[in-house]
């Protein structure tokens, strides 16, 4: 069974800066598309940060581009969120998320899905709270 274990989270000022890692265990990601989703309270769960199972190819929700970067260490089965020029909407918990072998496209070297929180991803960690405020 996959397991997924968010950390990182925490109290940062709006401008700041911080890193999330998502660890695996109970499977290697090497042929995993990989995602990164938030939820604030009474609010859908939303801007996506997603990564191709090889890290080839990223895609990003219109909230998060361009201040977000999503990575991963297969070697290490761990997918990384750089979150960069944080702001007080941005304050969410934020999970982790593994994509369904039937719900992913396959180019020839990568695997991948669609960024958005639905059934294509079946695989979720516990999630870590980040809170932007100053």
């Known amino acids: 069974q996959l397991q997924l274990v968010e950390s990182g989270g925490g109290l940062v000022q709006p401008g700041g800066s911080l890193r999330l890692s998502c660890a695996a265990s109970?499977?290697?990601?090497?042929?995993?598309?990989m995602g990164w989703f938030r939820q604030a309270p009474g609010k859908e769960r939303e801007g996506g940060s997603c990564?191709?199972?090889?890290?080839?190819?990223?895609n990003y929700a219109d909230s998060v581009k361009g201040r977000f970067t999503i990575s991963r260490d297969n070697a290490k089965n761990t997918v990384y969120l750089q979150m960069n020029g944080l702001k007080p909407e941005d304050t969410a918990v934020y999970y982790c998320?593994?994509?369904?072998?039937?719900?992913?496209?396959?180019?020839?070297?990568?695997?991948?899905?669609?960024?958005?929180?639905?059934?294509?991803?079946?695989?979720w960690g516990q999630g870590t709270q980040v809170t932007v405020s100053s």
């Open positions: 109970g499977f290697t990601l090497d042929y995993v598309a």
């Open positions: 990564i191709s199972s090889s890290g080839g190819s990223t």
């Open positions: 998320a593994a994509a369904d072998l039937g719900s992913t496209y396959y180019t020839g070297t990568d695997y991948y899905t669609d960024c958005n929180p639905g059934p294509n991803f079946g695989s």
